[in-house]
């Protein structure tokens, strides 16, 4: 179990050590074959758990432990408390690899903190928050927003809601026959040629273009999206949005301020064989006078918390607080007021966010509305199951799939 161990170490690692993304984490890692899908349930896992398995440290230490120490520990308590294995052996290989990461001194530490940790009943908060937070392992700031939107009970269904399944969107091939042919379970959706699938393992055709990941969410923003001649989706990265409407859009213009977040949707549009993208690197903060009024519709996938979608990225939780959230709302609000200058009279502003936060979703709406004069709400209605805020669109985890997102239409009139 020590190189299992291991593997989940070097991992996790370098999303708390360096804050690489989890997914370029597991890409960059050589694994162990036979264990993969257990090493990644298990890095997913801690992370998801870690407010959770952070608060259990507190508890039980009088002094925090070093960073290699406490991942150590949190994959060793996941390990015992969510994935059922036998504790003498948890315990056994955490030591083995606390001086295998040349940390030999920190070995009876490691040892009596688990001892400690199977025998101790731990109590949550008393505060109703703080414990919910923590029984969920949901950002306590991110909580209190939601309860303030929407109640306790219902907060409760929203933070518990999961989405365990696969989204693949199928678009030269019937993929009903094919995920059928393939004796692969689906579940169908709303939208045409896009399937929920379990235990979906990716194939030779995801290179030949044949079907794609796309979240369900993503999916349903792209559905509201009228056809026209030109689009801009000024925050497009890595390209999901923009290869989807390609396919109903003669034209679509993908920014991204990062040069490196530019070549994956160039992989992107190549793997899916889309010619009518064109990719630059550009900051959606800066106006292009020469693109004022150019585009019949503008995509404004803003930078946002991703409150929304922890399931699936749950290294979010990492570094995610109050503070740097109201960062992104002044970054939002810009982006939204700049962009909006390419929109003709006659077409369309779209504003979209992976976040169920108020302050990332319909405050951003208000704030521009009230500030930028000749655009016009848009009454919209999702064939996601949704909920309506002042005409525009909120998705959230416990009925629309475990996926959170948020969408709004806004007409330039003038």
């Known amino acids: 179990m020590v190189n299992y161990f291991y593997d989940c170490y070097q991992i996790l690692n370098k999303v708390y050590s360096y804050k690489t993304f ?6 960059s890692t050589i694994i162990e074959e036979k264990n993969r899908a257990l090493t ?11 407010i959770e398995l952070s608060y259990y440290i507190k508890r039980l230490t009088e002094k925090s432990p070093k960073l290699v120490v406490r991942t150590i520990l949190k994959i060793s308590m996941y390990a015992i408390k969510y994935l059922n294995k036998k504790e003498y052996a948890v315990t056994k290989n955490a030591v083995e690899l606390t001086k295998k990461l040349g940390k030999g001194g920190m070995s009876g530490f490691v040892n009596a903190f688990l001892r400690k940790f199977i ?8 505060d109703d928050l703080e414990r919910l937070s923590i029984q969920y392992s949901y950002p306590l700031f991110a909580l209190k927003s939601v309860v303030k939107d929407f109640g306790e009970e219902r907060a409760k269904a929203i933070i518990k809601a999961e989405n365990q399944k696969t989204c693949l969107s199928f678009y030269e091939i019937d993929g009903k026959k094919y995920l059928s042919d393939n004796n692969v379970q689906f579940e169908e959706t709303p939208f045409d040629n896009v399937f929920l699938t379990t235990n979906f393992v990716r ?24 056809p026209c001649d030109c689009l801009l989706d000024c925050c497009s990265a890595p390209g999901g949005k923009s290869i989807r409407l390609s396919y ?9 301020i990062h040069s490196h977040r530019v070549d994956l949707i160039e992989e992107y549009k190549r793997r899916m064989g889309r010619d009518n993208i064109t990719t ?3 900051d959606a903060k800066v106006l292009d006078r020469k693109l004022i009024e150019k585009f019949d519709a503008v995509l404004c996938d ?26 992104l ?14 929109v003709k009279v006659g077409g369309y502003l779209y504003y979209s966010t992976c976040s169920i936060l108020s302050s990332e979703n319909i405050s951003i709406i208000n704030a521009f509305m009230s500030d930028i004069n000749g655009f016009e709400i848009c009454k919209i209605d999702s064939k996601l199951q949704h909920e309506e805020v002042n005409g525009t669109n909120l998705f959230l985890p416990d009925i629309s799939k475990g996926l959170g997102f948020y969408v709004a239409k806004l007409k330039r009139v003038k």
Do not use: F, H
């Not at 990644?40 to 870690?50: P, R, S």
């Open 329 to 342: 709302n002044k970054e939002q609000l810009e982006i939204l007021k700049t962009v909006c200058n390419y």
């Open 248 to 256: 109903k859009v003669k034209k679509v213009s993908a920014w991204d």
């Open 40 to 50: 990644i349930k298990t890095c997913y896992g801690v992370l998801d758990k870690d």
């Open 280 to 282: 630059e690197c550009k």
């Open 22 to 27: 989890v997914k370029q984490a597991i890409n």
């Open 302 to 327: 803003a930078p946002c918390s991703g409150i929304g979608v922890m399931n699936d990225n749950p290294d979010i939780k990492l570094n995610r607080d109050e503070i740097n959230v109201k960062e």
């Open 119 to 126: 025998k101790t009943d731990i109590k949550l908060p008393k």
């Open 203 to 226: 194939n030779v055709d995801y290179d030949l273009g044949k079907y794609t990941y796309q979240a369900l969410g993503s999916v349903a923003i792209c559905d509201i999206v009228e």
